[in-house]
């Protein structure tokens, strides 16, 4: 089960919008870093404020498990603090609905007694508390995963126009980045065995859109600060926002365009050429 909103418990829970613990912090990033045709492999992003709860993973007293949320469901237990996992597609069905929480539970009885960290109720009753194995003791913020792909979140679409004057041109509709092109074979869609051979085009498509949403909301100091912005009614620049916030991003200028694709997706040149010297080795 993935903990979404406030829940409330008889003991002690650290979130980050608990006040269980005097600092409240449990934060997640997921990345994909590999990807075949039968396994993904995840590198894991992140950081627990408890030094309490941090040593009983240590001790083997708790550990983490990863629960992924999708068309399927997966509970996936880490070791110690493992911070990469692989797991087969065939157990997996990953969306741009995906949605990640990290957990602490117990694996044996815990006593709290030498909890420094808990608030002042806490505080006072903690040699008091004990809890069960498989207890919930902590739950991070909950990731909806877009992976290392743009088009996970329907960024992109694509056509074909014969009557287009250039060869490519980027149209920015209040839905996505629409990358047109005079033929196929300029699409590269005869390549498409190797779809990040077409991440040039992405990354070109990005800049533009970014470029656009910080002319739409930069404040006097040519700065967009995402936690404070109003109701946004383009959906391309809501898609954009949760791109950036989901990467623990709150701000962007024109300055930072070429920092924030490379924070949103992080291998997006790294893989086109790989692409290229696949395909030039490979003789296409």
């Known amino acids: 089960m993935i903990y979404t909103k406030d829940a409330v418990f008889p003991y002690p829970i650290l979130s980050n919008t608990s ?6 912090d449990f934060k997640l990033d997921v990345f994909i870093i590999d990807e075949t045709k039968t396994t993904y492999t995840f590198r894991l992003s992140y950081f627990l404020s408890s030094y309490f709860l941090q040593n009983q993973v240590t001790l083997g007293n708790a550990r983490y498990y990863l629960i992924i949320q999708s068309n399927d469901n997966l509970v996936v237990p880490l070791n110690g603090d493992q911070r990469e996992i692989t797991i087969q597609k065939s157990r997996l069905s990953l969306t741009s609905r995906t949605k ?10 815990i006593n709290f007694a030498h909890a420094e960290e808990l ?21 991070s913020n909950v990731v909806e995963f877009i992976g290392d792909d743009p088009k996970a979140l329907d960024l992109f ?8 004057p250039t060869d490519f041109t980027i149209k920015l509709n209040d839905e ?14 005869s390549l498409a065995i190797n779809k990040n051979v077409k991440n040039m085009y992405l990354y070109i498509g990005l800049e533009r859109a970014l470029r656009e ?36 991003l709150h701000e962007i200028s024109y300055d930072q365009v070429d920092d924030v694709i490379q924070k949103i997706a992080p291998d997006l040149i790294e893989k086109y050429t790989e692409s290229i010297k696949e395909l030039s080795k490979n003789g296409d």
Do not use: W
């Not at 006040?19 to 409240?24: A, D, G």
């Not at 608030?119 to 498989?134: D, G, M, P, T, V």
């Not at 679409?157 to 287009?164: A, V």
């Open 119 to 139: 608030n002042s109720f806490y505080k006072k009753i903690r040699a008091q508390i004990e809890l069960r194995k498989n207890t919930l003791l902590g739950y």
């Open 213 to 248: 949403f910080v002319n739409a909301y930069q404040n006097s100091n040519e700065l967009v600060e995402l936690d404070n912005m109003a109701t946004i009614e383009k959906p391309l620049h809501e898609k954009l926002k949760s791109l950036m916030l989901n990467k623990y």
């Open 157 to 164: 679409e694509q056509g074909i126009n014969e009557d287009l």
């Open 176 to 189: 996505c980045i629409n990358l047109q092109f005079r033929t196929k074979e300029l699409a590269l869609d």
């Open 100 to 109: 990640i929480q990290l957990q602490i539970l117990s694996e044996r009885p």
């Open 19 to 24: 006040t269980s613990y005097t600092e409240n």
